[in-house]
C-alpha cells in the first residue's frame, strides 16, 4: 500500500500547485529517498482522500517498518520533513506573492494563506479542532478558544526564557533561520516553512502566519534580526509601514516586558490578520485631547483593560503622539492607584500598541501595562489574580489584550468533568484534577441548576465571564469612578 500512499501524497501536491504534472517522477523520488525505499511503481488514481488521512498512513507505515519511531513529536518531525519536499524553494514562493501583490495586497494574503494551508504548515486538521465559543459582556462578544496543540507556559517561565544564553540553531521558533529547518524532538521541523521579505522602517523584517492560527489569517511579522521585544518609536512606524503595505490587516505588538508581555520577548516581532476583535469594535467612552495634536481624535474606549484611542489621516502625527504618550507612561507614577514606574531600578510600565485602518484613517490602539509584583500578587499585580489562575494563569498578551481568550488545552477534558459532576453532584473538591475549580463551581451550584443539556454550555458561558475579570484584573485603571478619574490625570500629563 505504501505505493498508493505515495501515489495520493504526489497528486496532491500536484492538485495543490506545489509541484507541477511534470514534477511527479521527481517528487516521487524524493518521498521514496525520505522513506528509504528504492523502488515505486504508480498505481492507477484512487479515490481522493484528506491530507491528514495520507499522512497518517504513511507515518503509520513508516512506524511498523522502522522508518521512524512512534510517537508526536518523531511523526511530526516526519511528515514535515515529507511535506517539505513537495514545497516550492523560497524563491519561488516569493517571486508568486510578489506577482499577485502587484494586482493587489489582498490577492498576495489570500493566496499565502492558502498556500501555508496545502502545505500542511498550518495543520487545518488540528486547528478544527479546537474548542471555540462566543460570550456576550458588557464589552462586547468576548471570543473564547480553548488551545489543544500549545502547552500552558507558566510567567517565570516566560520571563526565564527571555534572559536564557541563546546557543541554540535557530536561536528561538520565530528566527528567519526557522525556514526549511529539519527540527529536532524539542524544536518544531520547518521543512515546509516560506516566509516573505519584507522592509519596514528602512529595516529587513519578514512576513509569515502563525501555524496556530489563533483567527482568521493570524500572521507575524518578525525581525530579521533575533533582538529583544522592544516598545519605542520605531515601532509604531513600522505598525505603520505595515499597514501601507496590508491596508486589510491590523498589526499589533506584545509589551516589552515580563508578565506583560506575550510568551516570546526574545525576539522582536508583530502579530496581526484579517480579523475584528471585539476590542476593535469597543466605542470611545470618554473623549479626550493632546496639546498641539488638535487633528488627531482621540478619546478612552470602552474596554476593561485601560485603552487610549488615537486616530488620523497622517501617519507622521499618530506616530509622533504615540512616541509622547508611551515616553509620558514610561516615567508616570501614580501611587494612589498602584501605579508605579519602577522600583528598585526595575521599570514597570509599557504599552501594548495595536494598530489598523478605519475608514481611510490610521488608528493606533495604546494599552497601558504595568508589570509590578507584589507580597499579595506574586505573578502580577495587573495580572488575573490567583483566584482565576484555573482558568488562566499565562501571560495576557497582545490576542487576549484584543478580547480573544487562548485558553490551555487541560480545559477540555477538565470542563468536561466538571460538568458531569455538577449533574451527578460528584466529589469535585476531591478530585484532585478539579479541585482548583472547587470555589467557581460552587459559587455555580448556588446560581444555576445543573442538567446533562445545560451544564457545559452553562460552563463555557461563565468561562467566558471568567476572562472578563481576567482583563479587568489586568487593567491598570479599574472601571470605577476613582480608576477612571486617575486615567485622566495621566492623559492630562502628556504634553
Given amino acids: 500500500m505504501i505505493d498508493t500512499y505515495i501515489a495520493e501524497l504526489v497528486r496532491y501536491g500536484m492538485e495543490k500547485a506545489l509541484i507541477a504534472p511534470t514534477d511527479m517522477t521527481w517528487a516521487a523520488n524524493r518521498l521514496l529517498e525520505a522513506l528509504k525505499l528504492d523502488r515505486w511503481s504508480a498505481p ?20 511498523e517498518n522502522g522508518r521512524i519511531e512512534d510517537g508526536v513529536a518523531s511523526r511530526d518531525l516526519f511528515d514535515t520533513e515529507l511535506m517539505g519536499r513537495l514545497t516550492p524553494r523560497p524563491s519561488d ?40 465559543w462566543v460570550t456576550p459582556t458588557e464589552y462586547g462578544d468576548i471570543d473564547i478558544t480553548i488551545n489543544l496543540s500549545k502547552p500552558e507556559k507558566d510567567p517565570r517561565a516566560i520571563a526565564a526564557a527571555k534572559n536564557a544564553p541563546q546557543n541554540a540553531y535557530p536561536a528561538c521558533q520565530l528566527c528567519a533561520s526557522n525556514e526549511g529547518y529539519a527540527g529536532r524532538l524539542d524544536h518544531p521541523a520547518r521543512q515546509n516553512h516560506r516566509i516573505i521579505p519584507l522592509t ?18 493570524h ?23 505595515f499597514l501601507k503595505l496590508f491596508p486589510h490587516y491590523f498589526l499589533g505588538s506584545n509589551a516589552d516586558l515580563p508578565i506583560v508581555g506575550g510568551s516570546i520577548l526574545s525576539h522582536d516581532h508583530f502579530q496581526g490578520g484579517r480579523y475584528t476583535f471585539a476590542m476593535a469594535k469597543a466605542p470611545i467612552e470618554t473623549p479626550v485631547s493632546f496639546p498641539g495634536y488638535d487633528d488627531v481624535e482621540a478619546g478612552l474606549v470602552k474596554w476593561p483593560m485601560s485603552v487610549i484611542r488615537i486616530r488620523t489621516a497622517d ?44 475608514e481611510g484613517k490610521f488608528e493606533l490602539d495604546l494599552v497601558l501595562r504595568n508589570n509590578r509584583t507584589t507580597e499579595e500578587y506574586p505573578l502580577g499585580l495587573f495580572h488575573p489574580h490567583q483566584e482565576l489562575h ?30 458531569d459532576k455538577l449533574v451527578t453532584g460528584g466529589d469535585i473538591r476531591g478530585d484532585e484534577t478539579l479541585a482548583k475549580h472547587a470555589d467557581w463551581a460552587e459559587d455555580l451550584q448556588k446560581r444555576y441548576t445543573f442538567n446533562a443539556e445545560n451544564a457545559l454550555p452553562i460552563l463555557q458561558d461563565e468561562v467566558g465571564k471568567v476572562f472578563a475579570k481576567v482583563l ?24
Fill in 315 to 358: 501617519p507622521d502625527r499618530l506616530v509622533d503622539l504615540a512616541d509622547k504618550i508611551l515616553l509620558a507612561w514610561r516615567g508616570y507614577s501614580d501611587p494612589s492607584a498602584g501605579i508605579l514606574a519602577e522600583t528598585e531600578g526595575e521599570p514597570h510600565n509599557t504599552i501594548t500598541p495595536i494598530a489598523r485602518m478605519r
Fill in 44 to 63: 492507477e488514481p484512487g479515490e481522493h482522500r484528506p491530507l491528514e488521512d495520507i499522512l497518517k498512513d504513511i507515518l503509520d507505515w513508516s512506524v
Fill in 93 to 132: 514562493v516569493i517571486s508568486a506573492f510578489q506577482a499577485r501583490y502587484a494586482r493587489s495586497p489582498q490577492a498576495a494574503t489570500d493566496w499565502y494563506y492558502d498556500f501555508s494551508q496545502n502545505t500542511d504548515y498550518i495543520r487545518r486538521y488540528r486547528i478544527a479542532r479546537d474548542m471555540k
Fill in 390 to 419: 484555573h482558568i488562566k494563569k499565562e501571560n495576557i498578551g497582545l490576542i487576549e489584550v484584543m478580547g480573544l481568550a487562548v485558553l490551555p488545552a487541560r480545559l477540555k477534558t477538565e470542563l468536561a468533568a466538571l460538568a
Fill in 219 to 241: 500572521c507575524i511579522v518578525l525581525n530579521s534580526r533575533h533582538i529583544p521585544m522592544k516598545i519605542d518609536r520605531s515601532t509604531f512606524r513600522r505598525q505603520m509601514d
Fill in 200 to 217: 519596514l522602517d528602512g529595516q529587513d523584517w519578514f512576513f509569515q502566519y502563525s501555524p496556530y492560527v489563533y483567527y482568521n489569517e
Fill in 472 to 495: 479587568e484584573h489586568a487593567g491598570v485603571y479599574k472601571r470605577t469612578p476613582e480608576g477612571q478619574a486617575a486615567f485622566l490625570r495621566f492623559v492630562e500629563i502628556v504634553k
